[in-house]
């Protein structure tokens, strides 16, 4: 078993909501540091991602101080963000534009496999890795497979399966299982609660972070173990 550290996950929001967030910034002004307080009233989950993604392109640093890359491209034209998005997403994403994968042939198994194997991504997050990435890869014009292009959501195929073999056993002779009983609404996931606190007036910039390091610890730990 290989000893190699993981890189930490690759963007995984939506690529349309990540890109929402860059335009508002090019029709109001780019703040000296991204904290949730620039999101206005979007969801705590909305928030992480999209600051999660900024951290993983490196476009801010730890703090949310936006770095001179991040800047240009916020500026930039529509004509020429396609080229800077391509140049962000070569150094952020090293290991898939690497000498030893090659993207233009690349099936979207071989893609998983290095997601999993060179970073801190597991499960149904390796399908949002995916659909971040391919959307981002289509703005920049980078050249992917026809494979990777056409992937399908490992987690949505499973659950289909899952649902086939389920119709096939209500059909057979044996009487239907009673029905399970309604799911239970589950709270509030408790990162996300952590953000909302982190809204409130009368927090300090010292429980921010304090908060915000609990938040990233409890995401990292979640990620790892799906």
């Given at each position: ?143 992917i497979s026809p494979h990777l292009a056409a992937r399908k959501p490992t987690a949505s195929s499973a659950s ?67």
């Amino acid at each position: 078993m290989s000893d190699k550290a993981k890189l930490p996950c690759p963007p995984y929001a939506t690529f349309s909501s990540f890109m929402t967030f860059i335009n508002k910034l090019r029709d109001t002004q780019i703040p000296s540091r991204i904290d949730n307080s620039v999101f206005g009233n979007a969801s705590g989950s909305l928030i992480y991602s999209i600051l999660s993604a900024l951290k993983s392109l490196n476009l801010v640093d730890a703090d949310g101080v936006p770095s001179e890359l991040f800047v240009d491209f916020v500026k930039a034209s529509d004509e020429n963000r396609p080229a800077k998005m391509a140049a962000i997403m070569r150094s952020a994403y090293a290991p898939l534009f690497s000498a030893s994968f090659d993207l233009t042939s690349a099936t979207a198994g071989q893609f998983d496999e290095l997601i999993r194997n060179e970073y801190e991504a597991k499960g149904s997050t390796v399908d949002k890795v995916a659909t971040f990435f391919i959307a981002a890869a289509k703005f920049a014009e980078v050249e992917i497979s026809p494979h990777l292009a056409a992937r399908k959501p490992t987690a949505s195929s499973a659950s289909a399966g899952k649902s086939k073999r389920q119709r096939k056993a209500n059909n057979s002779d044996n009487p239907p299982p009673p029905p399970p009983p309604p799911p239970q609404i589950s709270d509030k996931a408790l990162e996300y609660k952590l953000i909302d606190l982190m809204k409130e007036a009368d927090i300090g910039d010292e429980e921010r972070s304090a908060i915000w390091t609990l938040v990233q610890y409890l995401t990292k730990k979640k990620a790892t173990d799906e």
